[in-house]
């Protein structure tokens, strides 16, 4: 029988990212677990305009207000089919706090999509996913994330002519 009650849900702000929901709300309800949504806002360094000589500099409270209108109505949506839910949003490197924010709750649990990337693409941008995976002190489900190329062509070639 599954024993995890507390899960931790990472979210990027895309819809890809949240196809781990539909997952989620099959069983979370039933099984009577307890949802914590997250989103980490990854620090944006410091720019210099080469046609201003202005430093753009992050607005966080913007940024954070952004994530707090994105995690409000999915939690929202998911309290309204009876599962408990809550969100925090963590400013830093998306694999630490997603790990530290899975300590601190203490979920048993860590769900979240992944790009699925290979090869060079994973060795140039990284891998949330994999650093989570490879350091989570709980198991962690994860979900391949489709990809918009491949989804388009499978709905071209199911479509009837």
């Excluded at 966080?60 to 939690?75: Q, S």
């Excluded at 601190?104 to 140039?124: F, N, V, Y």
Aim: overall charge negative.
């Amino acid at each position: 029988m599954l024993s995890h009650k507390r899960v931790l849900v990472a979210l990027d702000g895309s819809a890809a990212c949240e196809s781990v929901l539909r997952f989620l709300l099959e069983i979370a309800g039933p099984l009577d677990m307890n949802v914590m949504l997250l989103h980490v806002l990854e620090p944006i360094p410091p720019q210099v305009l080469d046609a201003n000589p202005k430093v753009v500099v992050e607005d966080v409270e913007a940024r954070t207000k952004d994530a707090e209108e994105y995690l409000a109505p999915i939690a929202a949506t998911l309290r309204a089919q009876g599962v408990d839910t809550s969100w925090a949003i963590r400013r830093g490197r998306p694999a630490d706090e997603i790990l530290a924010a899975a300590k601190e709750s203490g979920a048993d649990l860590i769900a979240m999509a992944t790009h699925g990337r290979t090869g060079l693409g994973r060795l140039l941008f990284g891998s949330v996913a994999e650093a989570v995976l490879r350091h989570a002190p709980v198991p962690v489900f994860m979900i391949r994330q489709p990809h918009t190329v491949e989804a388009a062509g499978a709905a071209r070639e199911a479509s009837p002519r």
